[in-house]
């Protein structure tokens, strides 16, 4: 494998780890502690993540349980919570917050398909962008002969589709994730 193949087989990798955490954050009736990770809390003056303050728990498919280590960060957790793009109300018992996921609706689910369709499309583009990055370079070294260059970028090329491929599949099983009732 050349160093230009290793490059765009890398740099590919980090495009179909972005899809796997985005796809992750896609709300469906399955609770998922990853929802919260882009949450920040004011924690004594300092954005904090919700995950440094507090343990995570999902106890049914429907619920997570937030409970943080620290009891004075509860009404702070809340309001992040709250003033987030989430949609789920937290219920506050005074030691953890709950938060129910209530099943999506036919026409939501079908959005959050079109959604994933999207972040599958933006990773398939960043793929080819990466593809054609490396395929310049590739074309502005003049070690390489017109076959060597030639073969490199049918390699880069058979790597592409592989990429291409994967993200296919997940989004073929995120679609059936979101749509399952």
Do not use: H
Request: one cysteine or more; hydrophobic letters at 35%.
């Amino acid at each position: 494998m050349s160093q230009y193949t290793e490059k765009a087989e890398k740099n590919m990798r980090k495009c179909l780890d972005t899809l796997k955490s985005n796809f992750a954050r896609v709300r469906t009736g399955r609770a998922s502690a990853a929802i919260l990770e882009p949450i920040m809390v004011d924690y004594y003056g300092q954005p904090t993540p919700i995950t440094q303050l507090a343990g995570v728990k999902v106890p049914e498919a429907s619920m997570l349980v937030v409970e943080p280590w620290d009891k004075s960060a509860l009404r702070s957790i809340e309001k992040a919570i709250e003033s987030s793009d989430l949609g789920i109300t937290p219920s506050n018992d005074g030691v953890c917050i709950r938060l129910p996921f209530p099943k999506p609706t036919e026409e939501r689910r079908r959005e959050l398909v079109k959604e994933c369709k999207e972040l599958a499309e933006e990773a398939r583009i960043a793929i080819r962008n990466v593809r054609r990055d490396v395929n310049g370079k590739i074309e502005r070294d003049e070690e390489l002969s017109d076959d060597e260059m030639s073969r490199e970028k049918k390699a880069i090329q058979k790597v592409t589709d592989s990429f291409v491929a994967q993200i296919e599949e997940l989004l073929k099983a995120k679609s059936a994730e979101v749509m399952e009732i």
